[in-house]
């Protein structure tokens, strides 16, 4: 079982940056994919970003390529996106998934282990 937990999430005016962190615990991640997810109100959740378990690979939804950077630190279980250039519409609720396999995934339900989440709110 893994257990993961994003923080880093606020507010911020656009334009700025943030970076959000996903702590994983109760077994390593170093063996399988990561990937970030979002929802906004209103809307289902939408795949952000994901890296491969070596970090070699990632994947970007078109909206957040340029701006957005996925990265992980196998030694410590974290998984971390950097996100500059914010916008207001990437305001949401931005989820840390987890998943056995190495390949990195952009869909959700290829995603075994999901965190909490972490509010992201850009104001304009």
């Known amino acids: 079982q893994v257990q993961l937990v994003e923080s880093g999430g606020g507010l911020v005016q656009a334009g700025n940056s943030l970076r959000l962190s996903c702590a994983a615990s109760g077994r390593t991640i170093s063996s399988g994919s990561m990937g970030w997810f979002r929802q906004a109100p209103g809307k289902e959740r939408e795949f952000v970003a994901a890296?491969?378990?070596?970090?070699?690979?990632?994947y970007y939804t078109d909206s957040v390529k340029g701006r957005f950077t996925i990265s992980r630190d196998n030694a410590k279980n974290l998984a971390y996106l950097q996100m500059n250039s914010l916008k207001p519409e990437d305001t949401a609720v931005y989820y840390c998934?987890?998943?056995?396999?190495?390949?990195?995934?952009?869909?959700?339900?290829?995603?075994?282990?999901w965190g909490q989440g972490t509010q992201v709110t850009v104001s304009s």
């Open positions: 998934a987890a998943r056995r396999l190495a390949v990195a995934a952009t869909t959700a339900n290829r995603y075994d282990y």
């Open positions: 890296v491969s378990w070596s970090g070699g690979t990632t």
